[in-house]
């Protein structure tokens, strides 16, 4: 059989598990509900794996509601621009409610003020001492208003302060999710480009060393084409999880490219960097994969890793391009290795690789 005709043969498998499912849990064979237990099926979002495990585990079914509820929240196009759209009319009911409140209070010490200034000139110009008991007696007054405003403020603040704090969290959780690659659950391009930048910045700054490793999937092209994307899609997975598993420094892990992944390390030199760059490659290098439908091995995934520390007049496009480099000649010297940009190897001279050489 084809790559081409086992892809399609594997989709079919997936589709059939999912119909499964659908009629083991009473969800009805809506177009809908065939995308939600499908993703199940392939693993591609864990989060929406373990909602679907919860729900299943208190009622023993997942109803069309229940569908339509995960569907919505990790599945619709538009749940971003929906999220936004409800977060951001709330952001702004909450802004009116503090100014109102801030004008009630601004409104209540006007008038406290006045009241004052009044009982002062009056004050100064009297010595009936009948007077004076009505003055005080009115300034009393005034300061029991002002106390049962202020009262009154303090508890819509912090009313207020909690939902402004819900909605901060919401804004986070969306935020989040729009810097994450939904496949390997660490950073996406977008959020590697920003943290780079960012965290170059501050090297820079605080005079403090910087290392990038980038890291590249052997023959992954070769890999996909034999196995089928699904098994393609594993393959990713397995290299994200590994990272996340032997890198625990505060570091920005990515997943930048198709087969490309990146690890930021602020405060770290290369000989350090070259440390962890190890530990994933080796880890990912132990690991036998194993085809999910028939339990058949499909041997092991090596990676190529290059390794790059910052120096004088870099940028985190010159940065990076280094450490490109350094997985390129990696990928030349015969792959499954680390090559650091302070080794002899390493020309630091870019060559045009054709991609079918070095996957």
Not at 264 to 272: C, F, G, Q
Not at 299 to 316: E, Y
């Amino acid at each position: 059989m084809t790559s081409t005709g086992e892809d399609l043969q594997r989709t079919f498998q997936v589709g059939q598990r999912a119909l499964e499912l659908m009629k083991t849990y009473g969800s009805s064979a809506s177009p809908r509900s065939y995308e939600v237990w499908y993703t199940y099926v392939t693993g591609q979002k864990p989060v929406i794996n373990e909602a679907i495990k919860k729900i299943a585990g208190e009622s023993g079914q997942v109803r069309d509601d229940d569908v339509q509820a995960l569907f919505e929240e990790h599945l619709s196009p538009q749940r971003f621009a929906e999220e936004a759209e409800k977060t951001g009319a709330s952001v702004i009911g909450e802004i009116d409610d503090v100014m109102e409140m801030l004008e009630m209070a601004l409104g209540s010490t006007a008038k406290y003020g006045e009241s004052l200034e009044a009982f002062s000139n009056d004050l100064a110009i009297t010595i009936d001492k009948r007077r004076i008991r009505e003055l005080v007696a009115a300034l009393v007054t005034a300061t029991k208003d002002v106390a049962a405003t202020n009262k009154t403020l303090e508890a819509r603040l912090r009313e207020t302060r909690g939902e402004i704090e819900v909605l901060r969290e919401t804004l986070e959780a969306v935020r989040i999710e729009s810097l994450t690659d939904p496949l390997t659950g660490i950073a996406n391009r977008k959020h590697f480009e920003e943290m780079l930048v960012k965290t170059l910045d501050q090297a820079i700054v605080e005079r403090a060393p910087l290392a990038l490793i980038v890291i590249d999937i052997d023959h992954f092209k070769r890999f996909n084409d034999t196995y089928g994307h699904l098994t393609g899609d594993q393959v990713l997975r397995l290299v994200g999880m590994t990272m996340r598993e032997q890198v625990k420094t505060k570091a920005t892990l990515a997943r930048f490219g198709g087969e490309e992944f990146g690890i930021i390390l602020p405060d770290t030199t290369v000989d350090t960097a070259r440390a962890a760059a190890e530990r994933v490659r080796t880890s990912v290098m132990s690991r036998e994969l194993v085809k999910r439908s028939t339990g058949e091995s499909l041997g092991k995934v090596t990676i190529s890793v290059g390794c790059a520390g910052m120096r004088k007049g870099d940028t985190a496009v010159s940065l990076l391009e280094r450490a490109d480099q350094c997985m390129f000649t990696a990928k030349r010297a015969g792959r499954n290795r680390t090559v650091c940009d302070t080794d002899a190897e390493f020309t630091g001279v870019p060559e045009e690789i054709p991609q079918a050489e070095v996957a």
